[in-house]
C-alpha cells in the first residue's frame, strides 16, 4: 500500500512569489491536514480537508490556502512568498481525522524562499 | 495557554539503557494522545497513541503512560538501540480534526 506522497520533495522561489504543493493521501483516505515545521515554531498546523471540505484552519495568513479534490488528494498554496516561509511542508492523511484515528505523515516539500 | 510540550530539548542514552520522554500538556478537554518519531529527512511516524480513559499502553518496545492529575505524558524505550535516534514529538487531538504537536525532544544514541 503506498504512503503519503508529497511533490515536489525541493523547491526554492524568490520572495514574492507563490508556490503549489501537492498531496496524495493513501488510498482510501478522505483527510488531509497540512503542517508546517521550522526550527523555531515546530509543527504547526495549517489545515484540514474531508471531502473537499475544510473542517479546520490555524492561524496562519491568507497568504496560505488550500484545497482538496475530489480523489481526495490535496494542494497548498502560497502566495506572496516571504523568507520566513521558508519550512518543510509535511501533509498528513487520515481515514476520518477525527479524535482517534492514526495520521500518516509524507516526507514533506521542503520549501526554501530566497 | 492551550498546548503540548516536551520537558527537554535533548537526551543522550547509551544503547541498551532504557530511554524516558517526558511530554507536559495543559488542555485537559485532549483525549487522545500520540508519539511520533522523526528521522532526519523524514517525516513523523506513528509510534504508539493512548486514548484518555486508559493510563498505560504498550507496544513494542515502547511504553506510553498518562497521567491525567498532572496533566503528563510519557515514552520509555526499552533497550534503546542506534536506530532510535532521532526527534521525538507528542501530539494531542482535541477531536477537532487537528494535531497540536510538542516541541520535540532529540534522542541520540551512544555507542
Known amino acids: 500500500k503506498a504512503g503519503v506522497t508529497q511533490t515536489p520533495r525541493y523547491l526554492i522561489k524568490t520572495r514574492g512569489q507563490q508556490v503549489t504543493l501537492s498531496c496524495s493521501p493513501i488510498?482510501?483516505?478522505?483527510?488531509v491536514s497540512w503542517y508546517q515545521q521550522t526550527p523555531g515554531q515546530g509543527l504547526q498546523f495549517l489545515f484540514e480537508?474531508?471531502?473537499?471540505?475544510?473542517?479546520n484552519k490555524g492561524n496562519f495568513p491568507g497568504r496560505f490556502s488550500g484545497r482538496q479534490f475530489s480523489n481526495s488528494r490535496s494542494e497548498m498554496n502560497v502566495s506572496t512568498l516571504e523568507l520566513g516561509d521558508s519550512a518543510l511542508y509535511l501533509c498528513a492523511s487520515s481515514t476520518t481525522g477525527t479524535g482517534d484515528t492514526e495520521a500518516f505523515f509524507g516526507q514533506g516539500t521542503r520549501l526554501t524562499v530566497v | 495557554g492551550e498546548s503540548v510540550g516536551l520537558h527537554l530539548p535533548t537526551l543522550s542514552v547509551q544503547e541498551g539503557d532504557n530511554s524516558i520522554i517526558n511530554c507536559a500538556y495543559s488542555n485537559s478537554a485532549s483525549d487522545y494522545f500520540i508519539w511520533y518519531k522523526q528521522e532526519s529527512g523524514k517525516g513523523p511516524q506513528f509510534i504508539i497513541d493512548i486514548r484518555s480513559n486508559m493510563d498505560k499502553r504498550q507496544g513494542q518496545r515502547v511504553t506510553v503512560l498518562l497521567n491525567k492529575t498532572v496533566k503528563h505524558l510519557s515514552l520509555q524505550i526499552a533497550a534503546t538501540q542506534p536506530g532510535d535516534s532521532a526527534v521525538y514529538f507528542c501530539?494531542?487531538?482535541?477531536?477537532?480534526?487537528?494535531?497540536?504537536f510538542g516541541a520535540g525532544t532529540t534522542v541520540t544514541v551512544r555507542a
Open positions: 488510498s482510501g483516505h478522505r483527510s
Open positions: 501530539a494531542e487531538n482535541k477531536n477537532d480534526y487537528k494535531l497540536s
Open positions: 480537508y474531508f471531502s473537499e471540505t475544510q473542517r
